[in-house]
């Protein structure tokens, strides 16, 4: 069991303040994010199909389509915490993701990223009154911010890293711990575009940027 990074009273403070500086990464991030699915019309648009091994069990709230996207996302929830991720398989499987609405599902989730080196001291600049907030060098956090519902800001401590592809493109997923507390812990699969000529980032080391969530069902 983890122990708690921040008091409870800080909690809301800091979540608000990374929300601040997380929609700019994630705007700028999400802007630049058209090589992994390229748009197109209602069930045509291109997911990725990365595979992984990383699950959640988690109550479905609702499943709706998002029209700006052309795709169907899932509204969860974990313990007190609440997700939206893009169902990758929702055209396989639409009578079954019909009927999952408050049923509790295992899914397979992870997210496609652009990460930058560095947790939330490589934010500072962008987090108001931090030198009033009491942070740790090592503390994670997955914040829903950007311009689709499934969109997030992510800080989160790299544990392993393997080469694969996602819709075609070249990637560097990072097994990467994303929530750490007494009621959830979770750690997620971010996969970042593989640069030529660039080191990946090492094992144990803290990374912050965008990542939008994708999933299936992993049963």
């Not at 500072?124 to 503390?139: A, G, H, M, N, Y």
Request: charged residues 25%.
């Amino acid at each position: 069991m983890f122990t708690r990074v921040l008091p409870p009273e800080v909690l809301g403070a800091v979540l608000l303040l990374l929300l601040l500086g997380g929609l700019f990464l994630v705007v700028r991030a999400v802007r630049r994010r058209g090589e992994f699915a390229r748009p197109g019309a209602d069930e045509g648009v291109e997911l990725p199909d990365l595979t992984t091994q990383q699950r959640i069990a988690a109550t479905v709230r609702r499943v709706y389509r998002d029209p700006a996207q052309g795709v169907w996302l899932v509204e969860a929830q974990l313990g007190k915490r609440r997700i939206t991720f893009c169902a990758t398989d929702h055209a396989q499987n639409a009578e079954r993701y019909a009927g999952l609405a408050g049923q509790e599902a295992d899914f397979a989730l992870y997210a496609l990223s652009m990460l930058a080196p560095g947790g939330v001291e490589a934010m500072r600049d962008q987090i108001k009154d931090i030198d009033k907030v009491t942070i740790t060098p090592d503390l994670v956090r997955l914040v829903a911010a950007g311009e689709f519902a499934n969109d997030h800001a992510v800080i989160g401590r790299v544990l392993s890293r393997r080469d694969d592809s996602a819709a075609g493109v070249p990637v560097t997923v990072y097994r990467t711990e994303v929530v750490r507390g007494k009621d959830l812990q979770m750690v997620l699969e971010l996969a970042a575009p593989a640069v030529p000529g660039t080191d990946p980032f090492p094992d144990r080391s803290m990374v912050h940027g965008s990542a939008r969530l994708y999933g299936y069902l992993a049963t």
